[in-house]
């Protein structure tokens, strides 16, 4: 049975290669698990609340679409850092 | 320990272990890997066993170290494992390695002809050659290559009088990808700004492990004509760390490899030679203090104001007191230089510029692009606090306030978490564990030795950053269960 084990960790390591550990809040979990609804290439296994396994050659990919995803959802506010404005 | 030590172990870890024999012959490299490279148990772990006759047995190094220092322990040994300082003898024992154990015998107790602390010239030194010149030469040479660096940025020098760093040293630059051609001019990468907002350590360290591996491309190309090897380049590196600052060494004594080295080595600022006599070369601070944890010339902050103000003397005075950041997220900077100019306008944006004070703000926009450009938000901030105006020192003093504004410094660290929403680990996940003691074993030694991410107990699952020790655990733990 540990022989089994260790083979399947260097199947792993070897084919498989190198995943990815994501860690993120409940509410951005939510939004990468339906990113990947659509076609389920980036989630490996889903770990709990705030974390994820996700394939490694997926992860920048991933990391754009959750930006895009959050320039729609999430408003930018210009220049929120100053309360009074210069001329511009 | 700082940034370097990082980089500098990063590059040893992924080194065979044959290269280690090798380095280790030099009582020079094991000395000075003992002492920059190890934490201190690691360090009081290795002298206990330098004269020990017999293998050391793990046994009774459990008794030495308290019980609730175990991780510690683990770690130490984790980090002597992977730098080929000791081995596993038995399961149950360990020793030195046999050339560490004993260029580091030899490097204490002096002896041996080995020639590996350098051979001081009997030549007499010129006379004008002291410390003090020594460092300016050395601070004038770095100097150019981070202006070299930094007026990729697009603010031309305005100074004439350098004509910046040597072609070797440029195309080591263009070749670690620390600047790029972009239609016919420079641009700086994000390597780059890490590169220059580092401690001069760190940064020498990062330009020789570059020559390091452009020396290695070279070798597997056949192309080598000076017949450098990286094995022997990295201990002359150690080599020079334990020299004497201000002192003259024999250039004859050296092999013909590593004189081949020493043009380069100038090129850095890490030697001088005297123009009339090439017999003769002195290490500079820069050389010096490269394996010992001191900082070097300065500090990163009076790094840039002496870059701009080339052989002024006492870097640190020029520099200090010159930014005011107000609760509005404004700041005013009274700098004159075009590197400062240009370092400020990497996290804010600069509206106006008079002469001698620019004006600017901190926004989302600019400190995101900041981070995009892999600025930290500490590095900005222990910037502006280093630079900090001495009336801000002064409020702050006499209002018992922090001395930035608690607010903006807490915005720029939201800032930051802003663009990182996901944290993303690399590593390996571990799962279908025979039974929960299995489970619980791997785990809690993989936790000791700090590489788990992440667990659950409850579910026997865990994720590793680092396998190698785990699954050499794992093998020992399996023979130790079918001894059973």
Same mark, same amino acid.
């Given at each position: 049975?540990?022989?089994?084990?260790?083979?399947?960790?260097?199947?792993?390591?070897?084919?498989?290669?190198?995943?990815?550990?994501?860690?993120?809040?409940?509410?951005?979990?939510?939004?990468?698990?339906?990113?990947?609804?659509?076609?389920?290439?980036?989630?490996?296994?889903?770990?709990?609340?705030?974390?994820?396994?996700?394939?490694?050659?997926?992860?920048?990919?991933?990391?754009?679409?959750?930006?895009?995803?959050?320039?729609?959802?999430?408003?930018?506010?210009?220049?929120?850092?100053?309360?009074?404005?210069?001329?511009? | 320990?700082?940034?370097?030590?990082?980089?500098?172990?990063?590059?040893?870890?992924?080194?065979?272990?044959?290269?280690?024999?090798?380095?280790?012959?030099?009582?020079?490299?094991?000395?000075?890997?003992?002492?920059?490279?190890?934490?201190?148990?690691?360090?009081?772990?290795?002298?206990?066993?330098?004269?020990?006759?017999?293998?050391?047995?793990?046994?009774?190094?459990?008794?030495?170290?308290?019980?609730?220092?175990?991780?510690?322990?683990?770690?130490?040994?984790?980090?002597?494992?992977?730098?080929?300082?000791?081995?596993?003898?038995?399961?149950?024992?360990?020793?030195?390695?046999?050339?560490?154990?004993?260029?580091?015998?030899?490097?204490?107790?002096?002896?041996?002809?080995?020639?590996?602390?350098?051979?001081?010239?009997?030549?007499?030194?010129?006379?004008?050659?002291?410390?003090?010149?020594?460092?300016?030469?050395?601070?004038?040479?770095?100097?150019?290559?981070?202006?070299?660096?930094?007026?990729?940025?697009?603010?031309?020098?305005?100074?004439?009088?350098?004509?910046?760093?040597?072609?070797?040293?440029?195309? !080591?630059?263009?070749?670690?990808?620390?600047?790029?051609?972009?239609?016919?001019?420079?641009?700086?990468?994000? $390597?780059?700004?890490?590169?220059?907002?580092?401690?001069?350590?760190?940064?020498?360290?990062?330009?020789?492990?570059?020559?390091?591996?452009?020396?290695?491309?070279?070798?597997?190309?056949?192309?080598?004509?000076?017949?450098?090897?990286?094995?022997?380049? !990295?201990?002359?590196?150690?080599?020079?760390?334990?020299?004497?600052?201000?002192?003259?060494?024999?250039?004859?004594?050296?092999?013909?490899?590593?004189?081949?080295?020493?043009?380069?080595?100038?090129?850095?600022?890490?030697?001088?030679?005297?123009?009339?006599?090439?017999?003769?070369?002195?290490?500079?601070?820069?050389?010096?203090?490269?394996?010992?944890?001191?900082?070097?010339?300065?500090?990163?902050?009076?790094?840039?104001?002496?870059?701009?103000?080339?052989?002024?003397?006492?870097?640190?005075?020029?520099?200090?007191?010159?930014?005011? !950041?107000?609760?509005?997220?404004?700041?005013?900077?009274?700098?004159?230089?075009?590197?400062?100019?240009?370092?400020?306008? !990497?996290?804010?944006?600069?509206?106006?510029?008079?002469?001698?004070?620019?004006?600017?703000?901190?926004?989302?926009?600019?400190?995101?692009?900041?981070?995009?450009?892999?600025?930290?938000?500490?590095?900005?901030?222990?910037?502006?606090?280093?630079?900090?105006?001495?009336?801000?020192?002064?409020?702050? $003093?006499?209002?018992?306030?922090?001395?930035?504004?608690?607010?903006?410094?807490?915005?720029?660290?939201?800032?930051?978490?802003?663009?990182?929403?996901?944290? $993303?680990?690399?590593?390996?996940?571990?799962?279908?564990?025979?039974?929960?003691?299995?489970?619980?074993?791997?785990?809690?030694?993989?936790?000791?030795?700090?590489?788990?991410?992440?667990?659950?107990?409850?579910?026997?699952?865990?994720?590793?950053?680092?396998?190698?020790?785990?699954?050499?655990?794992?093998?020992?733990?399996?023979? $130790?269960?079918?001894?059973?």
């Amino acid at each position: 049975m540990f022989s089994y084990f260790l083979d399947s960790l260097h199947r792993d390591t070897g084919k498989l290669g190198i995943r990815t550990l994501v860690e993120c809040d409940p509410s951005i979990k939510s939004i990468i698990v339906n990113i990947d609804n659509d076609k389920n290439d980036y989630i490996i296994e889903d770990l709990d609340e705030s974390h994820l396994l996700i394939k490694d050659n997926m992860v920048s990919q991933l990391k754009a679409k959750l930006e895009d995803r959050l320039k729609e959802t999430v408003p930018i506010v210009e220049n929120d850092s100053d309360s009074d404005r210069d001329v511009k | 320990m700082s940034a370097n030590a990082n980089s500098l172990s990063q590059y040893l870890e992924q080194l065979p272990g044959t290269t280690f024999r090798r380095l280790y012959l030099q009582p020079s490299t094991a000395f000075a890997i003992f002492r920059r490279m190890l934490p201190h148990l690691a360090k009081t772990i290795v002298m206990a066993m330098l004269y020990m006759p017999l293998p050391f047995q793990l046994s009774d190094l459990e008794i030495w170290i308290k019980p609730t220092a175990r991780r510690e322990k683990d770690q130490a040994i984790a980090i002597l494992r992977s730098l080929h300082i000791i081995q596993r003898d038995t399961p149950q024992s360990m020793s030195l390695t046999p050339n560490f154990r004993k260029s580091l015998r030899l490097a204490l107790e002096g002896g041996g002809d080995h020639n590996s602390f350098g051979v001081p010239s009997t030549q007499p030194a010129p006379p004008e050659i002291d410390i003090a010149f020594l460092d300016r030469y050395a601070r004038k040479k770095w100097d150019d290559i981070l202006h070299y660096v930094v007026n990729s940025v697009g603010f031309s020098s305005s100074e004439k009088g350098s004509n910046g760093p040597k072609q070797s040293v440029k195309d !080591l630059l263009l070749g670690g990808r620390l600047v790029e051609r972009k239609g016919g001019g420079l641009s700086i990468t994000q $390597a780059g700004f890490t590169f220059l907002l580092q401690e001069a350590n760190a940064q020498v360290w990062t330009l020789l492990l570059l020559w390091l591996e452009a020396a290695d491309v070279l070798n597997a190309n056949g192309a080598s004509r000076a017949g450098m090897e990286s094995v022997d380049m !990295l201990s002359f590196f150690f080599l020079l760390a334990s020299l004497e600052h201000g002192r003259a060494y024999n250039t004859d004594s050296l092999p013909e490899a590593r004189k081949n080295m020493l043009p380069t080595l100038v090129d850095f600022g890490l030697i001088y030679i005297p123009p009339g006599n090439s017999h003769q070369f002195f290490p500079t601070r820069l050389a010096t203090t490269l394996t010992s944890s001191e900082t070097t010339l300065r500090s990163v902050s009076a790094g840039f104001a002496a870059a701009n103000n080339g052989d002024n003397g006492d870097a640190t005075q020029v520099d200090k007191s010159a930014i005011i !950041l107000e609760t509005n997220f404004r700041m005013y900077a009274y700098v004159q230089s075009p590197l400062q100019i240009a370092v400020l306008a !990497l996290f804010s944006e600069l509206k106006f510029r008079f002469k001698g004070l620019v004006s600017g703000h901190l926004t989302r926009a600019s400190i995101r692009r900041a981070v995009d450009m892999g600025i930290t938000s500490d590095q900005i901030i222990s910037y502006l606090a280093s630079h900090a105006h001495e009336q801000m020192h002064r409020v702050a $003093a006499s209002t018992h306030k922090p001395l930035l504004p608690p607010v903006v410094i807490d915005q720029i660290r939201l800032w930051q978490l802003d663009t990182e929403r996901m944290l $993303a680990t690399q590593g390996y996940l571990f799962k279908d564990f025979d039974d929960y003691r299995e489970y619980i074993e791997i785990c809690n030694f993989a936790d000791d030795i700090g590489v788990v991410s992440w667990r659950n107990d409850k579910k026997g699952m865990f994720f590793a950053n680092k396998v190698d020790q785990i699954k050499d655990f794992m093998r020992t733990r399996k023979k $130790a269960n079918e001894g059973k």
